[in-house]
């Protein structure tokens, strides 16, 4: 059996994440750019699918 790394029995200051996806703020930067990117993308997406009229309340009188 292996230890878990956050277990309590460890200070809180020796805790590390198993899945760390930034080491720093500039990581912390560059991803928020890329999640502003994704969005915009699917943003984009969204609006050149076209939708029933009856569902869409940009359309109704």
């Known amino acids: 059996m292996t230890k ?3 277990s309590n029995e460890q200070p809180k ?3 590390v994440p198993e899945n760390e996806m930034v080491d720093d ?3 912390v930067v ?3 750019k890329e999640m502003e990117q994704i969005s915009e993308e ?3 997406d969204k609006l050149d699918k076209s939708h029933d009229a009856e569902v869409r309340s940009d359309l109704k009188d």
Request: hydrophobic letters at 20%; zero cysteines; glycine letters at 6%.
């Open 42 to 44: 699917n943003d984009e």
């Open 30 to 32: 560059e991803l928020g």
């Open 4 to 6: 878990n790394k956050n």
């Open 25 to 27: 703020f500039d990581d």
């Open 13 to 15: 200051e020796s805790l």
